[in-house]
Structures are given as structure tokens and as C-alpha cells.
T-cell receptor
Framework: KAGVTQTPRYLIKTRGQQVTLSCSPI?????VSWYQQTPGQGLQFLFE???????NKGNFPGRFSGRQFSNSRSEMNVSTLELGDSALYLC?????????????FGEGSRLTVL | GDSVTQMEGPVTLSEEAFLTINCTYT??????LFWYVQYPGEGLQLLLK?????DKGSNKGFEATYRKETTSFHLEKGSVQVSDSAVYFC???????????????FGQGTILTVHP
């Protein structure tokens, strides 16, 4: 069974640009969550989607957005990139609608903003 | 709000040494508690969990007990191996209300290095 797949794995952008990251959850998983991981702030929750609906959102500015498609694949977008957006972005999926905390993480997309 | 505090690392041990990584938490509700592990170049993996007071989670020789009275969930292993070298994250999931979906609150992580 394939795990959570994130693309691209690495990317470099410049300030002011935008970026779109993609996540394919484990087959059959309908909940997808996104996290930002940085050395200073650690792992921070961005948002969660279930059946194409955003059910939960963390404390990030509106430049951070996401969506989920009918096949449960998800994308997140960051507009008007800032240097501080450099981070590892992790996607996680879960099989259950309820929040059990048992998440399956991908290897992440490492974004560098110059 | 919810928070998780882990002992500061990094932790360096010799093979077969005893490991303890301390974790304490604050939560508004009655949380579930987790240890996740991140091996080099990989995503996070669930190591073990506990959902109620006095529960003991265990996996791969690691153990942690949910202590409500001390709001703690310390990770222990009796004899570490080189292959245990990784970053360990304590986390909680607070099911109170609809703001918990998909959300784990993580500690800062503890880097463990085990030497032969």
C-alpha cells in the first residue's frame, strides 16, 4: 500500500512568488492535514480537509490556503512568499472522520525562499 | 491553549543505554497523547499512543504512560540501539470541540543519537 506522496520534494522560490504543493493521501484516506516544520517554531498545524471541506484551520495568514479534490488529493498554496515561509511542509492523512490523532505523514516538500 | 513541552536535546547515548525523554503537557480538554518519530530523510511515524489516564503505550521496546496527575507522558526504552537514532516528538490531540480535526500539538522534538 503506497504511503502519503508529496510533490515536489524540493523547490526554490523568490520573495513575492507563489507556490503550490501537492499531496496524495493513502488510498482510502479522506482526511488530509498540512503542517509547517521550521527549526524555530517546530511543527505547526496549517489546516485539515475532509471530503473537500476545510474543517479546521491553524493560525496562519490568509496567504496560506488549500483545497481538496474529490479523489482526496490535496494542494496547498502560499502566495506572496516571504523569507520566513522557508520550511518543510508536511502532509498527513487519516482514514477516520473523527480526530484520533493517528496521522500518516509524507516525507514533505522543502521550500526555500530567496 | 494546548501546549507540549519536551526535554531539551540533543541526547547522546551509547548502545544498550537506558533512554528517557521527558514530556509534559497542558490541555483544556482530556487529550490523547502520542510519540511520533522522524528518522533521517523520512516523514513522521506514529511510535505509540495512549488515550486515557494510566494507559501505557508501547511499541518496538519503547513505552510511555499517560500520567494525568503530573500531566506527563515520558518516553522510555531499556536498551537503545544505533537504529533508534532519530528525532522524537511528543504530541497531543485534544478532542474537545470541532477545532481538533487533523490537529496535533507537537513538542519541539528531541534529537537522539546512539553510538555503537
Amino acid at each position: 500500500k503506497a504511503g502519503v506522496t508529496q510533490t515536489p520534494r524540493y523547490l526554490i522560490k523568490t520573495r513575492g512568488q507563489q507556490v503550490t504543493l501537492s499531496c496524495s493521501p493513502i488510498s482510502g484516506h479522506r482526511s488530509v492535514s498540512w503542517y509547517q516544520q521550521t527549526p524555530g517554531q517546530g511543527l505547526q498545524f496549517l489546516f485539515e480537509y475532509f471530503s473537500e471541506t476545510q474543517r479546521n484551520k491553524g493560525n496562519f495568514p490568509g496567504r496560506f490556503s488549500g483545497r481538496q479534490f474529490s479523489n482526496s488529493r490535496s494542494e496547498m498554496n502560499v502566495s506572496t512568499l516571504e523569507l520566513g515561509d522557508s520550511a518543510l511542509y508536511l502532509c498527513a492523512s487519516s482514514a477516520l472522520a473523527a480526530n484520533t490523532g493517528e496521522l500518516f505523514f509524507g516525507e514533505g516538500s522543502r521550500l526555500t525562499v530567496l | 491553549g494546548d501546549s507540549v513541552t519536551q526535554m531539551e536535546g540533543p541526547v547522546t547515548l551509547s548502545e544498550e543505554a537506558f533512554l528517557t525523554i521527558n514530556c509534559t503537557y497542558t490541555a483544556t480538554g482530556y487529550p490523547s497523547l502520542f510519540w511520533y518519530v522522524q528518522y533521517p530523510g523520512e516523514g513522521l511515524q506514529l511510535l505509540l499512543k495512549a488515550t486515557k489516564a494510566d494507559d501505557k503505550g508501547s511499541n518496538k521496546g519503547f513505552e510511555a504512560t499517560y500520567r494525568k496527575e503530573t500531566t506527563s507522558f515520558h518516553l522510555e526504552k531499556g536498551s537503545v540501539q544505533v537504529s533508534d537514532s532519530a528525532v522524537y516528538f511528543c504530541a497531543l490531540s485534544d478532542p474537545a470541540g470541532g477545532t481538533s480535526y487533523g490537529k496535533l500539538t507537537f513538542g519541539q522534538g528531541t534529537i537522539l543519537t546512539v553510538h555503537p
